[in-house]
């Protein structure tokens, strides 16, 4: 199996990690250090620290963290630097977000897998349609709202479910796009 040369968008907690930096001719891995710090979007956020090590007797980075490592991680995005450092000398040489999707096979009890958006689409379906219990969705749509449901007009909650049908269809076309399939949106070109 082929080890990439970019670091990953998603990362599966659980699974063994690897990918090289072949791109760092100038830090060469002999004489640098190079370290990826992620630190966690949420409340409470976790923090990843991986050091990379030298990729055989070449001066390529290797980034290689086993499945016991990363069933450690805490599922969530996460926003990633990547330094290389010698003595007193750092450099930036990467940075981006990770996905760590939590480990599935390791679950032993129910799994919600939805995000932000569509628990929210869900929590307001359930509000709209009159039978929502009452707890799950104070603590769900106060955070959006910025108050109680039993004060919201139903006008109010229509308009913010059309938003967030709106943010479930934008990423569902993200998806789609990704896997290189049709959105369905028309797309307007002009000649001059």
Known sequence: MAIPEIEPEKINAGDTLKWKRVDLI???ASQWTLTYSAVSNAVGSSKIEIIAVQDGTSENFLIDKSSTDTAAYVAGKYSYVAHVSKVDERYQ???GSWEIL?????KTGPFDDRNHVEKVLAALEEVIEGRALQDYL???IEGV???RLKSVPIEELLKVYQQ?????KNQDDAEKIKKGLPTGNKVFVRFN
Do not use: F, N, S, T
Request: with cysteine.
């Open 145 to 147: 709202l910025g108050r």
């Open 102 to 106: 939590p480990d599935i096979a390791a």
């Open 93 to 95: 040489v990467a940075c």
């Open 164 to 168: 967030y049908q709106g943010m479930k």
């Open 138 to 140: 104070e603590y769900a």
């Open 26 to 28: 100038d830090y060469p």
